[in-house]
């Protein structure tokens, strides 16, 4: 093993035995948590060890980065998921390698994704993300569409050519009513898949927690955990 292999593989053991402990103290099995490695700012090579070791699934957060970085890894056995707020002028190129976009936020990205993925022939999972830190009917500090516009947009989603929706996002807020509050700001968020799945009953991903936070996400009933620190280590800054 090189060096680098070795420090992956003693992190991932480290973040599965999380979600194991997670899952057990939540009565849940370990098979319902799916983990998502978030490999932003990370190389190409991470990604290849990452997929030696049995990893899946990965994220990125910017198509600059992940676009040639899912070229170079396409031949791996990996789900890529975006989760960064993605402008319309980006969604050809993520309808290009993207099994999900986990960051549905605005009907006009919704227009642009559909059009896209029809044209390139894929069907592209897409999660809502929710702002718990918006208005009723705002946005979040980190993009995200208010727990209110939630059934509109993911009506809009379901009805779309080329696109699948598959459930819910978030990511704890920083400010507001669940600042601090990461259990609750989860626990929030199922609430939602649970009034999102009576009108689409196979939305049933919810995608939550981080490195920091995981073991709430698993408590509350998150399906899918994105974590990147914890299995990479820390980022260095970007310039």
């Known amino acids: 093993m090189t060096d680098r292999k070795t420090e992956l593989a003693a992190n991932l053991a480290n973040v599965e035995q999380r979600i194991t402990a997670a899952c057990a103290a939540a009565g849940r099995e370990r098979e319902e948590v799916t983990l998502i490695v978030v490999t932003k700012t990370y190389p ?18 910017r198509d600059q980065d992940a676009a ?37 936020d605005r009907a006009r990205l919704v227009t642009a994704l559909s059009r896209e993925a029809e044209r390139a022939g894929r069907e592209v999972g897409c999660l809502i993300q929710v702002a718990l830190d918006a208005g009723e009917s705002g946005r979040g500090e980190r993009g995200g569409v208010a727990p209110g516009g939630v059934e509109e947009l ?4 379901a009805g779309s050519p080329g696109l699948r929706l598959d459930g819910l996002m978030t990511v704890a807020p920083l400010t507001g009513e669940y600042a601090g509050r990461e259990q609750a700001a989860f626990g929030r968020l199922m609430d939602l898949s649970t009034d999102l799945r009576r009108a689409h009953p196979a939305a049933t991903m919810v995608s939550a927690g981080m490195s920091a936070d995981l073991e709430q996400a698993v408590a509350a009933g998150a399906t899918h955990v994105r974590v990147g620190t914890a299995v990479l280590g820390v980022r260095p800054r970007l310039g």
Not at 70 to 86: E, I
Not at 154 to 157: D, H, W
């Open 44 to 61: 190409a090579s991470d990604v290849r060890i990452l997929s030696e070791l049995g990893v899946r699934h990965v994220a990125e957060n």
């Open 154 to 157: 993911a009506g809009l989603v």
């Open 68 to 104: 040639p970085k899912a070229a170079a890894c396409a031949d791996l056995p990996l789900k890529w998921h975006f989760v960064g707020q993605l402008q319309t002028n980006k969604v050809r190129s993520v309808v290009g390698y993207a099994d999900f976009v986990q960051s549905i």
